[in-house]
């Protein structure tokens, strides 16, 4: 039931380079969110969408940027990779709040800044 | 600024007893608690939520227990199984909007046999 995908599921990539992150889903919430996850910190947000066009910061939102031109893709990009931009990165999507159950989660990027 | 705290990065639980995961928050704000659970290389799932106006939530063998005065709340999974193997991470947001997640570091279970 993969109603959101991530894509690609492992990168490697220089540092300085851009890179782009890209999350799809079918389930047509209205909110998508990016997190990074690393050791000692959990999931940490770095930016969400509220709408199509409509996006925010999160708290590590510093060296990334996020479009969201159409309801059902949402990009992460890294304008110039730092190796501290090396993470496991998820995407969530989620309905109004209310629901009960939260995100659902795509199955992550691992990104290596080399 | 760590505003949702798991203390206890890992945990060793025996196969049948009593697994017990804790998270403190600091935040008043926060009004609604999650609790996710991680397998290696897949994201994390859902599992069990409460919301502020009550302190207990079950669902089969996971139960969330909320103190609000002190800002801490519980994972409670009995009898722990072999399955229940995997990175707990709780959550924490206030209603409306975005939804916006805080999460804790997560903590590593490890059910022995």
């Known amino acids: 039931d993969a109603g959101i995908t991530q894509s690609p599921r492992h990168k490697v990539t220089e540092t300085g380079t851009p890179v782009t992150l890209r999350c799809h889903q079918t389930?047509?919430?209205?909110?998508m969110y990016w997190y990074r996850q690393d050791p000692g910190h959990g999931l940490r947000l770095i930016h969400y969408?509220?709408?199509?066009?409509?996006?925010d910061k999160g708290e590590v939102s510093d060296g990334y940027s996020v479009s969201r031109s159409k309801t059902e893709d949402f990009l992460l990009t890294l304008e110039s990779a730092t190796s501290s931009q090396t993470s496991v990165y998820f995407c969530?999507?989620?309905?109004?709040?209310?629901?009960?159950?939260?995100?659902?989660f795509g199955s992550g990027t691992r990104l290596t800044v080399v | 600024d760590q505003q949702v705290k798991q203390n206890s990065p890992s945990l060793s639980v025996q196969e049948g007893r009593i697994s017990i995961l804790n998270c403190d928050y600091t935040?008043?704000?926060?009004?609604?608690f999650l609790w996710y659970k991680k397998y290696p290389a897949e994201g994390p799932t859902f599992l069990i939520s409460?919301?502020?106006?009550?302190d207990k939530n079950e669902d089969g063998r996971f139960t969330v227990f909320l103190n609000k005065s002190a800002k801490h709340l519980s994972l409670h999974i009995v009898p722990s199984q072999p399955g229940d193997s995997a990175v707990y991470f709780c959550?924490?947001?206030?209603?409306?909007?975005?939804?916006?997640?805080?999460f804790g570091q997560g903590t590593r279970l490890t059910i022995n046999p």
């Open positions: 969530a999507i989620s309905e109004e709040t209310g629901a009960g159950g939260g995100y659902t």
């Open positions: 389930e047509n919430h209205r909110y």
């Open positions: 969408s509220y709408g199509v066009k409509d996006t």
């Open positions: 935040n008043s704000m926060f009004d609604y």
């Open positions: 409460i919301s502020s106006i009550k």
């Open positions: 959550a924490a947001s206030s209603r409306g909007g975005a939804q916006k997640l805080v």
